[in-house]
């Protein structure tokens, strides 16, 4: 059974610092890892998708990467903002059977201006 | 794009009573719903996935006589809870899977049983 742990739990920080969140999951064999942002109260909104095959996926001020055979993902958030502060969470897709998605606890972070 | 919408955002309802969440593919059709439950504080948990004229796969743990799932039609999936009680309340989310795995989520769904 895959588990999934994202490190730290919560984080805050001033606005303008560059972050990292860590993923890691315990089954190597994924077909898949997203990143999603959680706002309060709402549902998910997928940041990147990174396939198994590929070690990294930027997006603006988002890069991700992946070390599948570590089992490790992490999340680089750079030069933050208020409008950051959300919970993230890590996600990697089963490579068989129904391919659901597998999540972390996520990170809990604020962003202070 | 593609939109799964999800509906009622908000719902109360009686403890005992039966309260229906819909989850719809908007733009494609999706062979595959998936159900998810969120506590607070707590990450996502998949508790079944659903499979377009076939019964829904159960995670162990969740009672499927209890959280009755129905996928009659390539774009509408239904998570019905049934004898809700307090402990129910929670967030219900869905995520549909396009042809290929692409997966997008659903605004979510919170269930307040009182």
């Known amino acids: 059974k895959q588990e999934v742990t994202q490190i730290p739990a919560a984080l805050s920080v001033p606005e303008g610092e560059n972050l990292v969140l860590n993923c890691s999951f315990t089954d190597s064999a994924i077909y898949n890892l997203q990143w999603f942002r959680q706002d309060p109260g709402k549902g998910l909104t997928s940041l990147l998708l990174i396939q198994s095959s590929q070690r990294e996926q930027t997006s603006g001020r988002l890069n991700a990467s992946l070390d599948k055979s570590s089992g490790r993902s992490t999340l680089y958030i750079a030069a933050s903002q208020p409008g950051d502060s959300a919970t993230y969470l890590c996600a990697p897709q089963r490579d068989t059977g129904r391919r659901a998605l597998t999540f972390g606890s996520g990170t809990r972070l604020q962003v202070q201006p | ?114």
């Open chain 2, 1 to 114: 794009g593609a939109v799964v919408s999800q509906h009622p955002s908000w719902v109360i309802c009686k403890s005992g009573t039966s309260v229906k969440i819909e989850c719809r593919s908007l733009d494609f059709q999706a062979t595959t719903m998936f159900w998810y439950r969120q506590f607070p504080k707590q990450s996502l948990m998949l508790m079944a996935t659903s499979n377009e004229g076939s019964k829904a796969t159960y995670e162990q743990g969740v009672e499927k006589d209890k959280f009755l799932i129905n996928h009659a039609s390539l774009t509408l999936s239904t998570l019905t809870v049934t004898s809700a009680h307090p402990e129910d309340s929670s967030f219900y989310i869905c995520s549909a899977r396009l042809f290929g795995n692409t997966i997008y989520f659903g605004e979510g769904s919170w269930l307040t049983v009182v």
